[in-house]
């Protein structure tokens, strides 16, 4: 997923419809799209911290929740390699 731009991400054309594999694993962990793509960037170390955009409390609440969530590292793996779709691009699996 690196270089991908967020733009929305449970929004239509957003990122969960781009990144495919961001959506198995939410479905997977019966979690919210956003809350595995912030414990996903959140992975990455303490020197890395994601920036939060929410419409809602409920949004935000989400959001913190992902610093709850324990990803597998087949999931860390799994989202590493992603590549967004859409027009030219290709989501690597």
């Given at each position: 997923m690196r270089g991908?731009?967020?733009g929305g991400v449970g929004s239509a054309g957003?990122?969960?419809d781009r990144v495919p594999a961001l959506r198995s694993v939410?479905?997977?962990l019966g979690v919210?799209?956003?809350r595995v793509a912030l414990a996903w960037v959140a992975s990455h170390g303490t020197h890395?911290?994601?920036v939060v955009g929410a419409r809602s409390a409920t949004n935000i609440?989400?959001?913190a929740r992902a610093t709850e969530l324990r990803l597998s590292a087949e999931d860390i793996a799994l989202l590493a390699s992603a590549r967004p779709c859409g027009d030219?691009?290709?989501e690597s699996r």
């Amino acid at each position: 997923m690196r270089g991908a731009r967020w733009g929305g991400v449970g929004s239509a054309g957003g990122l969960a419809d781009r990144v495919p594999a961001l959506r198995s694993v939410a479905d997977r962990l019966g979690v919210s799209v956003q809350r595995v793509a912030l414990a996903w960037v959140a992975s990455h170390g303490t020197h890395v911290a994601p920036v939060v955009g929410a419409r809602s409390a409920t949004n935000i609440q989400d959001s913190a929740r992902a610093t709850e969530l324990r990803l597998s590292a087949e999931d860390i793996a799994l989202l590493a390699s992603a590549r967004p779709c859409g027009d030219d691009q290709v989501e690597s699996r």
